[in-house]
């Protein structure tokens, strides 16, 4: 075998895009020769992908897999619209959340996982496109509870939630619903971390209208405050969809929440 420099990877990387192991696999596969090793890259589609890095992947589909035993939520981006409607596209991200049901047997952010075995695949999905693709997040699930999923915008929006407790399918898919529409951030307040309830505290005690006001005044109304920034927030406190006139936790008081996903697609991570 011949002897691979770094410097060598690093020229191929510089050349194709692609990254560092993949250039120095290709290299060994070629016994050093860089054009075999470039071809190399190229039929695996790992070239064109690395080439197209840079694009913008905003476009995309959040994709599942639902069974008695397993919960899958996939996020996989694209460059285009139209790409993402495609049936190439379409088939390819549902494929990921199939086989990461089937295939991967970690539970929670199997992100990592899930790439690290569709390098081929993905690749060979990127050179049929001619577009960049990112399988951006990955989460596979064992439900405690009962697991329901709702998918909104053709693909847009992408909940899955994991409830304990008694509800329907009827009364699940409107909980996964109102996740999707009110975009909760914790399940209640005691989820909030005591550092962002303390920073909240701190900013909302500095707004003029209680400036001048006793302490223990200002203590009752930062109170009233939070539990009124605990509707934003927190899923159980918000009005719920179906009646706001009730909280959700009053509208399904058999139920309880152990954990939600809400994926949007391309959103700030």
């Not at 049936?87 to 549902?94: G, Q, R, S, T, V």
């Not at 009752?220 to 159980?236: A, F, N, P, R, S």
Request: hydrophobic share 40%; net charge neutral; proline share 4%.
């Amino acid at each position: 075998m011949a002897d691979i420099s770094a410097q060598v990877v690093k020229d191929l990387r510089d050349k194709t895009g692609a990254g560092m192991m993949d250039c120095k696999k290709a290299l060994a596969a070629s016994n050093g020769d860089v054009e075999l090793a470039i071809e190399h890259l190229r039929k695996n589609g790992l070239a064109k992908m690395s080439g197209r890095s840079g694009k913008a992947t905003t476009e995309g589909k959040v994709v599942f897999v639902l069974t008695p035993t397993t919960a899958v939520l996939a996020e996989v981006l694209c460059e285009t619209d139209f790409a993402a409607k495609s049936e190439k596209f379409l088939n390819y991200a549902k494929g990921v959340a199939e086989r990461t049901a089937k295939e991967v047997s970690a539970v929670g952010d199997v992100t990592e996982a899930v790439n690290a075995r569709e390098q081929g695949s993905l690749g060979d999905l990127v050179s049929n496109i001619g577009e960049n693709v990112q399988i951006r997040r990955v989460a596979r699930w064992t439900p405690q509870g009962k697991a329901a999923v709702y998918i909104h915008g053709g693909g847009r929006i992408g909940v899955l939630a994991d409830v304990a407790g008694e509800a329907s399918d009827v009364e699940l898919n409107n909980l996964c619903m109102h996740i999707a529409a009110f975009n909760p951030r914790y399940i209640d307040p005691s989820g909030v971390p005591p550092a962002l309830l303390a920073k909240e505290r701190e900013i909302t005690a500095a707004q003029p209208d209680l400036a001048n006001k006793p302490a223990n005044i200002v203590e009752k109304i930062l109170d009233g405050k939070m539990q009124k920034w605990y509707t934003e927030i927190c899923l159980v406190k918000q009005p719920w969809i179906m009646d706001d006139k009730l909280s959700v936790e009053k509208a399904n008081p058999k139920a309880k929440v152990l954990r939600f996903l809400r994926w949007q697609v391309g959103e700030a991570l």
